[in-house]
């Protein structure tokens, strides 16, 4: 089993924007659409401040929270692929990309206090620890401004699936099929098995990875934010994802 950017840069990030079932665009648009539902529409036209986009991957949020204006955009992943493909869509945007894993958010310079920051798609789960978690959103908090707003999307992994129930289609067509398989390893950790199978001239061929995730109750997760300094500002859904909108006190 390999680690989260094994897993990233020999399997997932050559097939993720495909995995999501729809464009580039329409994906765009649904995380715009949801972030304006966050942090408002612009009104004067006038740039919002400083965002930063924490697990960017190929752009979705990126491109969004520059459309609601905000300047500059900082997408942080540490996967250089994903981050080519953003910036192949990014145009006249001022989106700026930082190839690093979020344990080293302390060493991004930026201009200025994030006036947003957001961790979305899944990406929490990604960190090896509940203690990495905590030390992120220290890092977060340090990066935002008063007032500003940090806003995640994950999937809780906290209830046991169990028997059958533990085999997850992720999407197939006449020319790939994409499998999920999870085995619950401990109470803080789900080993994910991703399986893809591709048809070729010579037939079906398969490719497969493992990588942990972290197993994270919302409760938790809203606890851990306000110890470091946050507070509640609303939780809900989004999609299947949990999402969780917190402000710095």
Wanted: with cysteine.
């Amino acid at each position: 089993m390999g680690s989260v950017q094994d897993h990233y840069r020999n399997l997932l990030a050559k097939h993720y924007t495909w995995m999501m079932g729809a464009s580039f665009e329409e994906k765009v648009a649904e995380q715009k659409a949801l972030l304006e539902r966050i942090v408002g529409r612009p009104e004067s036209g006038e740039p919002r401040g400083l965002a930063l986009d924490l697990g960017s991957g190929p752009g979705f949020q990126s491109i969004a929270l520059a459309q609601l204006d905000f300047s500059p955009v900082i997408a942080i992943d540490m996967n250089a692929e994903l981050l080519d493909e953003l910036r192949t869509h990014r145009g006249n945007y001022p989106i700026e990309t930082v190839e690093t894993d979020l344990a080293s958010l302390d060493e991004v310079e930026t201009a200025s206090e994030a006036t947003v920051a957001v961790c979305m798609g899944d990406t929490l789960t990604h960190l090896d620890s509940r203690d990495s978690v905590r030390r992120l959103f220290a890092a977060v908090l340090r990066k935002l401004a008063p007032r500003a707003i940090f806003a995640i999307t994950y999937r809780d992994l906290s209830v046991a699936l169990t028997g059958l129930d533990r085999f997850l289609p992720v999407r197939s067509n006449n020319e790939k099929i994409m499998t999920c398989f999870l085995e619950y390893e401990s109470e803080d950790h789900v080993v994910v098995n991703d399986i893809v199978q591709l048809r070729t001239p010579q037939g079906w061929s398969m490719e497969k990875s493992s990588y942990r995730k972290l197993r994270l109750p919302a409760d938790w997760v809203i606890e851990a934010l306000c110890n470091a300094g946050f507070r509640l500002r609303s939780r809900g859904v989004a999609g299947r994802l949990i999402l969780i909108v917190a402000e710095k006190l």
